[in-house]
């Protein structure tokens, strides 16, 4: 594939899984693996389990905190075992792993794919940094599933949808992935939603539903300074109102 897969667990429980979660990677051409806070060492059982992906357990990076390696990726993917149709819909609003993989098809860029511990799954904070959501659809009897499985089933789908080798004159030119001007909208989003006052209790859920919605569009970098532009734009209109009409700054 393209883009640069990292596939992040946070705070895992069990090492076994974590070895389990290495061979998927191998498996299916993923480059790294990251633990956050892990909640058991790397020991025997994990080596075990990963076969082919040892290497990647070696090299695997461990951090205290997920922000530490989310800031470094272009677009970040949770997994989540809820669907949609609550009241927090655009909190837990997803794609399906075939989806998935036809999103990733072309783009280029850093792409985390964000799986939570065992027992609980990604809390509220995570899934909130999350570009887009990816939801795995099991029967309601017994959705739960085990944390290296979710792995394989979603990396399967990224790996067999990604577009046949071409010749390099007729592939189409990846579509490079936001990265910085990314962060900056959602820096510029934030002060414009504070500047024109919106409701300061909504301000949150405002940005989280616009993340959401570019998540799943891709936007890329040039569309994202565009977007930028646009915003900047919008500020100096309102300013500019201000001055007219004596409004409070």
């Not at 974590?18 to 790397?42: H, Q, T």
């Amino acid at each position: 594939m393209r883009a640069e897969l990292t596939v992040v667990l946070d705070r895992p429980k069990e090492d076994g899984n974590i070895g389990a979660v290495a061979r998927a990677i191998k498996n299916f051409g993923g480059r790294s693996l990251v633990l956050v806070a892990p909640r058991a060492p790397l020991g025997g059982e994990a080596y075990r389990r990963a076969m082919a992906g040892r290497s990647l357990l070696q090299r695997a990076k461990i951090v205290d905190r997920l922000e530490e390696v989310l800031e470094t990726q272009d677009l970040v993917i949770g997994s989540t075992d809820l669907s949609t149709g609550r009241t927090d819909s655009y909190l837990r609003r997803s794609v399906t792993p075939a989806e998935l993989g036809r999103i990733l098809r072309a783009v280029s860029g850093k792409v985390a794919l964000l799986l939570g511990p065992e027992d609980n799954g990604l809390d509220r904070e995570a899934l909130e940094r999350c570009d887009l959501l990816v939801h795995i659809p099991t029967d309601r009897r017994s959705p739960s599933m085990n944390l290296s499985h979710a792995a394989a089933v979603l990396l399967y789908e990224i790996y067999q949808r990604q577009t046949p080798p071409l010749p390099p004159s007729l592939r189409p030119p990846p579509v490079p992935l936001g990265g910085r001007e990314e962060r900056l909208f959602y820096e510029m989003l934030a002060r414009f939603l504070e500047e024109i006052h919106y409701p300061k209790h909504k301000r949150p859920a405002m940005a989280l539903l616009v993340r959401r919605v570019l998540g799943r569009a891709l936007p890329s970098s040039y569309e994202y300074s565009m977007l930028l532009g646009f915003l900047r734009r919008a500020e100096y209109a309102w300013r500019k109102e201000w001055k007219r009409t004596g409004l409070p700054g």
